[in-house]
């Protein structure tokens, strides 16, 4: 059987390609073996390097810093990623909850209109059960109103009804109520009959221009007529005190212990100077000016009852001596 030469030229390429590959394999195997063997000697000599303590840690360190760096943006990157996530599920929660209220709104909006009409209604029906009539909530006396018999209402009129008791509005001389307070007694008679009782002082007001304070008093049960006159007498009995000071004198910690203020010389290398000094005293009475003290001090004592400017106690003062 003839070989043809066709089939002898493509056996010897693929005998020579056969042989190619080999060579490409055992070159490629001689490479790895020789980069393996570089590998083995270096690792041989950083491992004599550590055992001897002079190996080079440096290029170590920075590819550990590099993987660390490249860790910590990795994290970096996916906390922005999650706070992301977490602001955009809190915009839709409240979303959720901003539409829940305003849903809640206008229910509550829509049920006060219920009410509203439903009130309505009621007073309506009102109106109609008493035929047309109009009674007032409370009981009590006309004082003001806008209404004749006739005219047709508009709804702006309106009713002052008073309601409650009694009050007796009166004005004094200021030179004659200055001794008098709130809460003291007033005697008051009525146009009608000899007997007076007996009331208290309910407000004290300041003097107006002529010099009168107006004051009232409440009025027990009674007939009493808006606008009507009665009588009153002020009477105060008050026992003497022989220490009495103006208001502005007395003086409160902060543990509301009463004292005053008391000028007080010492000898310097200056001279004699005085001082304030401080004395814890007990009041026993007082109107709108003046308190009634007692402590241990003597009647010759010096007591400030003012100064042009704010003192303490141990501060040096210079006393003007008043009545």
């Known amino acids: 059987m003839a070989i043809k030469e066709t089939d002898i030229r493509l056996a010897k390429e693929k005998a020579d390609r056969a042989k ?4 490409a394999a055992e070159n490629e195997w001689d490479d790895k073996i020789k980069k393996a063997r570089i590998q083995a000697d270096t690792l041989e000599r950083d491992l004599q390097a550590i055992k001897k303590g002079s190996y080079d840690y440096s290029n170590d360190i920075k590819e550990a810093k590099k993987t660390e760096e490249s860790a910590r943006r990795t994290l970096e990157t996916v ?19 901003t539409s829940k209220r305003t849903v809640s709104l206008d229910q509550s909006m829509l049920q006060l209109d219920i ?16 035929k047309g009539r109009v009674y007032s909530p409370v009981q009590g006396i006309i004082g003001n ?18 309601t409650g008791g009694f009050e007796l509005l009166m004005k004094g001389n200021k030179d004659n109520l200055k001794y008098f307070t709130e809460g003291d007694e007033i005697e008051i008679k009525s146009y009608d ?6 009331s208290v002082i309910e407000t004290l007001g300041l003097p107006d221009e002529e010099g009168l304070i107006t004051f009232t008093a409440l009025l027990p049960d009674g007939n009493y007529k808006e606008g009507g006159s009665l009588t ?5 009995t008050s026992q003497e005190y022989p220490n009495c000071v103006p208001l502005q ?18 000898a310097t290398v200056l001279g004699t100077e005085q001082t304030a000094f401080r004395l814890e005293v007990t009041v026993e009475e007082k109107d709108r000016n003046t308190a009634a003290i007692s402590g241990s001090f003597a009647s010759a004592d010096i007591i400030i009852t003012g100064s042009s400017k ?13 009545e």
């Open 20 to 23: 190619e590959d080999g060579q």
């Open 79 to 97: 906390k922005l990623q999650r706070a992301k996530l977490e602001a955009e599920i809190t915009v839709k929660q409240n979303n959720e909850k």
């Open 115 to 130: 009410n509203s009409k439903e009130e309505e209604i009621a007073k309506l029906s009102k109106v109609i059960e008493q």
């Open 145 to 162: 109103s806008g209404l004749d018999y006739g005219i047709t209402i508009t709804g702006s009129e309106k009713l002052v009804i008073l």
């Open 193 to 198: 009959t000899n007997t007076p009782f007996t």
């Open 232 to 236: 009153y007498r002020l009477k105060k």
């Open 249 to 266: 004198a007395i003086r409160q910690d902060s543990g509301n212990r009463t004292y005053v203020l008391m000028v007080r010389e010492k």
């Open 310 to 322: 704010d003192i303490s106690e141990g501060d040096r003062v210079m006393a003007n001596e008043t």
